[in-house]
């Protein structure tokens, strides 16, 4: 009889390590809570326009690719990637702007505007980056660290490339100007982590984006995974949605069964989550359950996420797919983002503007955005969102018609906002995080959510809050981890 197992989730993630579950020949059911597959990377449409809610930024297509290779299939058949130029455009409130692309000639033209001698310091960090990425992505990104020997055995590359100093500490190492430090080091916030204290392995960001690109998934990220969805339920997997998982029964010391909201139950010999960790935890009929959920809520979260989404009469030809526009700070608005109690009123924002290289997102003669703005989760600043969200809201709005949209909020058609509340509620994450555990050094690797858990051994993690972390690439790799301890336990 062919193994089955469970997927408790369907965020990317969760659907990789389904898709590859299923190609290894071992019957995968994915149970979902909401309504549509795709987790963080859920949608909404409005009127023909289409409103991604989760990551927008698309990066090493390969680790997606190899999905459909599995089973001698092509991503082309389900998903159509369009590349983004220029990556991002960074802009600050003195009116400096600068075009992150992948053309050398056209970036040190603009970093040497900045400075000229940092265009040598430039050339320096991309060849620190590009050793980062052997050994922090090709080499470990998908290597399950289950015990504290992995640990050991990565230890002396990582110390090599001084993994316990911050990407923003490393940067400064290699160049002097101020804004072109802001401009190598944001990266982080993208997956969680602050600059300031985020492990430098990080910088393999840089790396990854220069040599594989930038891509946008044509009919939104949305469509990413209606891709992956097809392409699972092809091999034959089973989709569950709307039906949320209560608990995780176990039996001789084993997750042995699955209970929905509905009364469903279903027994598989292994289960997977890529659901939020501590509550998975807290679903675990067991006293590891209780332990291991008590334990982690005591670590460090990364913070959430005030997400604006909006729509326009007319359209935006100068405005690109992605913008970064910086605050007047940065040092000191990320220790109010990640250590204090309050509402940044000078947010830093990241603009998507999907219509910039899909004009479909939206009906003909208008456009598709969303904004947000990194905001302290809920255990740091407990504030009444339904309160607070339509002021902060208006200020986010406010910031984008003066420094990049002029006669933006008399234009504007559909505005909707996504709340630190609404994490915690839509999403069941803990504390209303975005991206599950801080990525400092001592919640990395051997020192995050173990790929397979070390009591309940057929009970496997899978996303943002186990090994490597967040990011599309982020959790594909913790996918492959996954997925290969489990096909050897499951299968042999």
């Given at each position: 009889?062919?193994a ?14 389904a898709i ?17 597959p ?35 299939a ?100 290699f160049?002097?100007n ?55 339920e092809?091999?034959?997997g ?9 608990a ?5 010391g ?15 010999d ?30 460090r ?7 604006v ?21 940065y ?48 255990g ?12 902060y ?19 504007i ?12 509620t ?12 801080e ?5 990395s690797?051997?020192?995050r ?25 982020g ?18």
């Open positions: 009889m062919n089955c197992a469970a997927v408790i989730g369907s965020g990317f993630g969760g659907l990789a390590l590859r579950l299923q190609s290894a020949g071992i019957a995968t059911t994915v149970l979902e809570a909401r309504d549509k795709g987790g963080r990377a859920y949608y909404w449409e409005k009127d023909g326009h289409v409103f991604d809610a989760g990551p927008t930024v698309i990066t090493d297509p390969n680790c997606l690719k190899e999905l459909w290779e599995l089973s001698g092509d991503m082309t058949q389900d998903v159509t990637l369009v590349p983004v130029s220029p990556f991002y455009r960074l802009s600050w409130p003195d009116g400096t702007t600068f075009d992150y692309l992948d053309d050398d000639r056209q970036l040190h033209d603009q970093i040497a505007a900045l400075d000229p001698a940092d265009v040598a310091g430039y050339r320096r960090f991309l060849e620190y980056s590009a050793g980062v990425y052997v050994e922090g992505y090709e080499k470990l990104g998908a290597v399950p660290f289950l015990d504290f020997k992995s640990m050991l055995r990565a230890a002396p590359q990582l110390a090599r490339y001084q993994a316990w100093r911050s990407v923003y500490s490393i940067v400064s190492g160049v002097r101020e804004k072109l430090r802001q401009a190598l080091s944001f990266h982080t916030l993208l997956v969680g982590g602050n600059p300031m204290t985020t492990s430098s392995i990080y910088a393999l960001i840089h790396k990854l984006e220069r040599d594989g690109g930038v891509w946008f998934a044509r009919g939104g990220t949305n469509a990413l995974v209606k891709g992956m969805a097809r392409h699972f092809r091999l034959g089973a989709i569950r949605l709307g039906d949320p998982v209560e995780i029964e176990t039996e001789g084993r997750a042995s069964e699955i209970r929905t909201r509905s009364g469903w139950r279903g027994k598989f292994g289960v997977a989550s890529n659901a939020d960790v501590v509550r998975t935890y807290d679903m675990l009929a067991h006293a590891r359950g209780r332990r291991a959920a008590a334990k982690l809520r005591r670590k979260f990364s913070p959430s996420l005030f997400v989404h909006f729509s326009t009469q007319g359209e935006w030809p100068d405005v690109p797919h992605h913008s970064i526009l910086f605050g007047p700070r040092q000191e608005l990320l220790q109010e983002i990640y250590r204090g109690s309050g509402l940044p009123d000078d947010p830093s924002l990241y603009l998507h503007h999907p219509t910039a290289t899909d004009p479909g997102m939206a009906p003909p003669g208008k456009a598709t955005f969303y904004v947000l703005a990194p905001v302290p989760h809920l740091r600043a407990p504030i009444d969102w339904k309160a607070k969200g339509p002021a809201r208006d200020g986010i709005l406010r910031i984008l018609e003066e420094r990049m949209m002029p006669g933006l909020r008399e234009r058609d559909h505005v909707f906002e996504y709340s630190p509340g609404d994490f915690e839509d999403l069941n994450s803990h504390l209303g995080s975005a991206f599950s555990l990525p400092i050094l001592t919640q690797a051997w020192f959510v173990h790929n397979r858990d070390q009591v309940i051994p057929n009970l496997y993690f899978v996303g943002a809050g186990t090994h490597p972390g967040a990011g599309i690439p959790v594909v790799g913790s996918a492959k981890a996954t997925a290969g301890v489990m096909i050897e336990d499951l299968v042999g």
